[in-house]
C-alpha cells in the first residue's frame, strides 16, 4: 500500500470523508427525529407514569443485552474481519463469514429469547428493584413481548456489518428511521383510548383521561416490528448473498473477532451488567415516579446531535485512519538502507494525524454550538416536543434539569469517540477499554457521593464527568502512541468555536425572553414558533461570528456544501 493508494493528496482524503460523513449524518440525523417523534408520542399518551417505567425497563433488558453481545462488535470486530476477508479472498469467502456469523447469533439469541421470556418477573425485579409490583408485572408482560427483538436486531448487525465491509452505507444508516418509525405508529394506531381516571388522596379528588396501563404494549409491538423491519431492510444491499445455516462454527475469523472484541466485551460487561444496572436502581430509589422516562428523555435529547456530529464523523473516518494505520506499519518495516525510506517514513504518520485533526476539528466546530443552543433553548424545546398529554410542566422542569447536566460532558463525549475510533484504527481496543474501566469507576464514585443532596441529578452530573475523564485521559495516551498530534492548530479552532457559541449563546439569551412574551402560548405552532425564531437568530449570531474569526472549517463544510448542490 503507498500513499497513492491511500489518496493523493490530503484534501481528496478530506473531501471523501465529507461525503462519506453527509450521508451517514443524513441517515443519524433522520433517524434522530423520527426517535423524536416516538418519544413525543409515548409522553403525550403515558407521560412521566407507570406505564412508561414499565415500558423502559422492558425494553432495557434485551437492548442491554444486545449493546453487550452483538453491538460491540461492529466496529472493533466485525467490520474490520469481514472487511480483510472480502479484500482477501473475495465475496464467496465473505458470505460463507457471514452465514457462520448469522447461525452463531441466531443460536445465541434464541437461548436467549427462551431464558428471558422464562425468567421475566425475576429479571425485571432484578432491574427495577425499588418499583411497585404492578410495575414490575406490567414489565415482565412487556419483556415477554420485546425479547424476540433480540434475535432480529443481532441478525441486523451481522447484516450491516456486511454492507459496511462493500463500502454500502446508505441502508445501514437508514436502519434507525424505520426501526423508531415502526414504534411511533404502531403506538399512535394501537394504543386503547384514554379512559377517565379518579384519583383519591387526603379526601381531595381528582380526574385525569388517559389510557390503560396495559395500552403501553402497543409501543412493545412496536419494538418488536421495528427490530424486524431494519433487519430486513438490509436485504436489497445483500443481493447475489448465499447465505445458509452452518455449524463451521471453529472458523478462524470467529476467533480473530473474539480476540479483538475481547477488551471491548469487558468494558461492556462493566457498563451493561453492573454501572447501568447500579445507574437503573439508583435512580428507583429516588423516590419520584418516572425517573426512567426523564433519564431517557434528557438522553434522547442528547443523542441528537451526537449522532448527528460525533457518531457520523467517526463513522466516516474510521476506514481512512485504518488504511493509514497500515501504511504507518508499512513504513516501519521498510528496509532502513532504502533511499526513499525517509520520506515515506513520515507519510502514514502524518496522513494519519492530519485526517483524525480534521476530525476533532469539525468535530469541534459543530458539537459546541449545538451544545449552547440545546443548553439555553432547553426549556422551550422540551416544551414543544413532551409538554402535552399527560406530560406536566414539572416533568418538562425535571427533565431540563437533567438534560443540562448531561450537556456539560457532551463536547467530550464527541471528541472522545472520534478518540476512541482513532485506537480502534490502530488495532488497540485494550487502552480503551481500561480508560473506560477508569471512567465508569470515577462515574459510580461521584453518584454515591452526590446522591444525597443531588438524588436523581447525580447521574447526570456524574456521567458528564465521566466523559471528561475519559476524553482527557485518551487525548493524553493517544499522543503519547503518535508522538503527537502535529500542527492541526486545534486548539485555534477551539477557541474560535468556543468564542462564536458564547456570543451566540448570549444572543439567545437575550432574545429568547422577547420571543417568548410576544409569541409564546400553549399551542402548538406558539411553542414551535418560539423555538424556531430561537434556533434561526442563533444560528445566524454564530454563522455571522464564524465568518468574522474566520473558523476555516465551517467556511470548508459550507463551500463544499454549495459545490454538492451544485453538482460539481
Known sequence: ?????????????????????????????????????????LT???????????????????????????????????????????????????????????????????????????????????????????????????????????????????LSGALYALRSFTLPAFAGVVFNGSIAVLTLLLTPPAQVVVMID?????????????????????????????????????????????????????????????PVMFSLIIDTL????????????????????????????????????????????????????VLISLENDAPTADAEAAPREKTGGRAFKDTLGLGLRLTTTMILPATVGLYVLATPIVALLFQHGQFTAVDTAITVTALRLYLFGLPFAAVDLLLVYAFYARQDTLTPALIGLLSLIVYMVVAIVLFPTAGLFSLMIADSIKHIVHAVV??????????????????????????????????????????????????????ALVVGAGAGISSLVFLVMAMLLRIEELRWLLRLLNQRLRGR
Open 1 to 41: 500500500m503507498t500513499s497513492t493508494e491511500l489518496g493523493v493528496t490530503q484534501a481528496e482524503t478530506n473531501a471523501g470523508v465529507a461525503k462519506a460523513t453527509g450521508v451517514l449524518a443524513m441517515g443519524n440525523i433522520t433517524s434522530r427525529l423520527l426517535g423524536m417523534a416516538r418519544e413525543v408520542v
Open 474 to 527: 485518551s487525548s493524553y495516551l493517544l499522543g503519547r502512541r503518535i508522538n503527537g498530534y502535529g500542527d492541526q492548530q486545534f486548539l485555534v479552532t477551539l477557541g474560535k468555536t468556543a468564542l462564536a457559541s458564547l456570543v451566540m449563546g448570549g444572543a439567545a439569551l437575550l432574545v429568547l425572553p422577547i420571543l417568548t412574551e410576544r409569541f409564546g402560548g400553549e399551542m402548538l405552532w406558539q411553542e
Open 202 to 262: 387526603g379526601g381531595m379528588v381528582t380526574w385525569t383521561q388517559a389510557p390503560p396501563a396495559w395500552g403501553i404494549q402497543s409501543a412493545a409491538l412496536g419494538w418488536l416490528v421495528g427490530s424486524f423491519v431494519q433487519m430486513m431492510l438490509m436485504l436489497p444491499g445483500l443481493r447475489g448473498a448465499r447465505l445458509h445455516f452452518t455449524f463451521d462454527w471453529r472458523h478462524p475469523a470467529v476467533r480473530q473477532v473474539m480476540r479483538l472484541y475481547a
Open 44 to 158: 403525550n399518551l403515558f407521560g412521566a407514569s407507570r406505564a412508561s417505567d414499565a415500558f423502559y425497563l422492558a425494553t432495557l433488558v434485551p437492548k442491554t443485552l444486545y449493546d453487550l453481545l452483538i453491538a460491540g462488535h461492529v466496529n472493533s470486530a466485525i467490520i474490520p474481519v469481514l472487511s480483510e476477508v472480502a479484500t482477501r479472498e473475495g465475496q464467496k469467502a465473505l458470505w460463507q463469514l457471514v452465514s457462520v456469523f448469522s447461525s452463531l447469533v441466531t443460536v445465541l439469541m434464541a437461548a436467549l429469547i427462551l431464558a428471558l421470556t422464562a425468567f421475566a418477573p425475576q429479571v425485571v425485579a432484578l432491574v427495577g428493584s425499588g418499583r411497585d409490583a404492578a410495575t414490575l408485572e406490567l414489565a415482565a408482560y412487556l419483556l415477554r413481548l420485546t425479547a424476540p427483538a433480540l434475535l432480529f436486531l443481532g441478525l441486523f448487525s451481522v
Open 274 to 325: 453492573v454501572v447501568r444496572l447500579f445507574s437503573y436502581n439508583l435512580a428507583s430509589n429516588t423516590g419520584i415516579v418516572g425517573t426512567f422516562g426523564y433519564i431517557t428523555w434528557a438522553t434522547t435529547l442528547i443523542q441528537f446531535p451526537q449522532g448527528l456530529v460525533a457518531t457520523a464523523i467517526s463513522i466516516a473516518i474510521l476506514p481512512t485512519l485504518s488504511r493509514q494505520a
